[in-house]
């Protein structure tokens, strides 16, 4: 790039900024007059909008403007007022068993709707947007329920949680039989083998179906129930559906009798009020795999 004076441009009669590359000098042309107007505006509109509104961030504060408006004030306003519309359904929600809430059209469908906002809030980054859950996180669509699919079992999970800090929480987890070295090897993949035969996957080659039965008898069993068929008091999956929390792999089921099961869910009586927990409990059971009281 070079610097020269600047001159006159012979083709266009318009002054040169002194620049140039390659022969080829910049022409000193003015900004259009809209232009200008339109960027001096918007100028004057941001010195404005800083005396008007909240602006400028101060050692502790803020500029509050001189309107003294914020957004801040007009969501709490916006929810004020959402609280006060809603406020005899929810008065209603509050007071209403689950059996009353079940048999009320119009009391049923304000539960699911704030039933589904709360699952939003709460509940799907787990369980996902729709329910379906993922691995070691419960799919709520299928009529599998460890821990019961009624609606006061629902409701009854979500308040006091699973194996949280609640003293009423759902208890009961699966013994580490490989690393606390109450099991050999031999003995958890035979284990493993009869298992996966019980939901009638195949077997792999060299499978100990026959062993594995007797270690599935005399450490299994008194919580599985001698058919496999789980046990809800204790949170005890049926291990003869199809249906797997964290995969029927035989690694898998290696993988977790060697090191236990025992995942946490909140209790969220603690956190959400008794009215959210009711609509919670309405929603989730009407995802297609409640179960009727």
Same mark, same amino acid.
């Given at each position: ?16 900024? #002194? ?12 900004? =259009? ?12 509109? &941001? ?12 050692? *502790? +504060?803020?500029? $509050? !403007?001189?309107?003294?408006?914020? +957004? ?24 209403? *068993?689950?059996?009353?809430? *079940?048999?009320? =059209? ?18 799907? =980054?787990?369980? !996902? ?34 194996? /949280? ?36 996957? =195949?077997?792999?080659?060299? &499978?100990?179906?026959?062993?594995? $039965? ?6 299994? @069993? ?10 809800? %008091? ?13 995969? *029927? ?19 969220? !009586?603690?956190?959400?009020? @008794? /009215? ?13 795999? #409640?179960?009727? %009281?």
């Amino acid at each position: 790039m070079a610097h020269d004076k600047p001159r006159v441009d012979a083709a266009t009669g318009t002054t040169t900024t #002194g620049h140039e590359w390659d022969g080829i000098s910049e022409l000193n042309t003015p900004l =259009p007059r809209w232009w200008l107007w339109v960027f001096y505006a918007c100028i004057v509109w &941001a010195v404005g909008y800083w005396l008007v509104y909240p602006s400028w961030p101060l050692v *502790s +504060s803020y500029t $509050k !403007g001189m309107f003294g408006w914020q +957004s801040r004030d007009a969501i709490v306003a916006d929810l004020a007022g959402l609280k006060v519309l809603r406020g005899p359904m929810t008065e209603k929600l509050a007071n209403a *068993s689950l059996a009353d809430i *079940s048999g009320d =059209p119009s009391l049923l469908e304000f539960a699911r709707a704030q039933g589904k906002t709360a699952f939003a809030d709460n509940c799907a =980054p787990c369980h !996902g947007a729709g329910g379906a859950g993922a691995k070691g996180y419960p799919n709520l669509n299928d009529d599998d329920w460890l821990w019961g699919g009624k609606l006061t079992d629902i409701a009854t999970t979500i308040t006091h949680g699973i194996r /949280s800090a609640d003293p009423d929480a759902r208890t009961g987890s699966m013994p580490a039989f490989g690393r606390d070295n109450m099991l050999p090897k031999a003995d958890i993949a035979a284990a493993a083998d009869y298992v996966r035969s019980l939901a009638g996957l =195949p077997a792999d080659k060299g &499978a100990q179906i026959d062993k594995g $039965k007797q270690v599935f008898a005399d450490n299994c @069993a008194v919580c599985h129930g001698e058919d496999g068929k789980g046990n809800r %008091e204790l949170g005890a999956p049926n291990l003869t559906d199809r249906i797997w929390l964290y995969g *029927s792999d035989k690694a898998v089921i290696v993988e977790g009798l060697t090191n236990g099961r025992g995942a946490v869910m909140p209790n969220w !009586g603690g956190r959400l009020d @008794a /009215s959210t927990v009711k609509a919670l409990a309405v929603y989730v059971h009407t995802f297609g795999g #409640g179960e009727k %009281e």
